[in-house]
């Protein structure tokens, strides 16, 4: 196939189940594989660093016209995600004009909280971008964290008030939330569908082994963040990682908050690359 295909991996367990079997070996592995928190990710794939990367749902609708969907491939919940949360000091509603901190490493859930936050309670904080630490920086009553960072700080139970993103997109919707998704860049389709259509069809065997993996995928996740395995295997069934209708509507539900919001110029349009 020539050059190998440059892939995007985001560096968190809650994409273990889609690369655990490229790993091991289990299936076919022709890619360059990169490693990066959802934002560097994005901006490699924008960059032309990256040919096919998971990259975060806001990423795809701020730049849809670059990129096409890989079918069948999303990090997504309907209800409880157990890694994208939001700690406060004080009630959420309590919130306006209080300074709130956002985890650099996701586009998405940066923007989900403010719409939750607005939303359901009517706040509108002061958001700051930065690094996330185990405690709150002085003058900031707020913290988004996000994937591993998340999973840790909730397991320390140190701060009074806590939302789930994903359960609080639904009490607002009632739809699934999709939180990232796998995209090519469409030059790169254009000029090697080829080598787009094995990397789609390989991800899709992965994540298929990967799911009927689940136990030994917790004790390789049991490394890095300090949960029992029962708690991490019911937080990988919280997890879906398909991009069905449902969760097609949720992503477009998302878009039209942003465009609602001023974040979008424009509603972005779902671009697929066409099944085989």
């Known amino acids: ?6 892939l995007g991996r985001i560096r968190y367990i809650n994409v273990l189940p889609i690369y655990y079997a ?3 070996g289990l299936v076919a592995n022709g890619f360059q594989v990169v490693a990066g928190t959802p934002a560097e990710l994005n901006r490699q794939l924008y960059q032309g ?15 849809w016209e670059d990129y096409l969907l890989l ?3 999303s990090i997504s919940t309907r209800g409880d995600v157990g890694s994208v949360l939001f700690f406060s000091r004080l009630p959420f509603h309590r919130l306006s004009g209080k300074e709130v901190l956002l985890s650099a490493g996701s586009a998405t859930s940066a923007a989900l909280v403010k719409i939750i936050l607005a939303e359901l309670y009517g706040a509108r904080p002061l958001y700051r971008v930065g690094p996330v630490t185990d405690r709150f920086t002085d ?4 913290l988004l964290a996000i994937g591993d960072e998340a999973l840790r700080l909730k397991a320390r139970g140190c701060y009074p008030y806590f939302l789930d993103l994903g359960r609080a997109w639904h009490e607002l919707t009632g739809l699934p939330f999709v939180f990232g998704v796998w995209a090519a860049r469409e030059d790169y389709f254009e000029q090697h569908p ?4 094995f990397a789609h069809q390989t991800l899709l065997a992965a994540k298929a082994l990967g799911l009927n993996s689940l136990t030994e995928i ?3 996740a049991a490394a890095a963040v300090p949960l029992p395995q029962e708690e ?9 990682y398909e991009l069905d209708a449902g969760q097609q509507e949720g992503l477009e539900a998302f878009f039209g908050y942003l465009y609602k919001f001023g974040e979008f110029p424009e509603l972005p349009q779902l671009q697929f690359v066409d099944s085989r």
């Open 22 to 24: 490229l790993d091991k």
């Open 1 to 6: 196939m020539g050059t190998k295909t440059r």
């Open 49 to 63: 660093r990256l040919d096919v990367s998971a990259i975060s749902s806001y990423e795809y609708g701020r730049h």
């Open 139 to 142: 003058g900031c009553y707020g």
């Open 218 to 220: 917790c004790r390789q």
């Open 194 to 197: 080829e080598a787009v259509y």
């Open 232 to 240: 991490l295997l019911a937080y990988f069934h919280r997890l879906n």
């Open 71 to 73: 079918p069948r491939l």
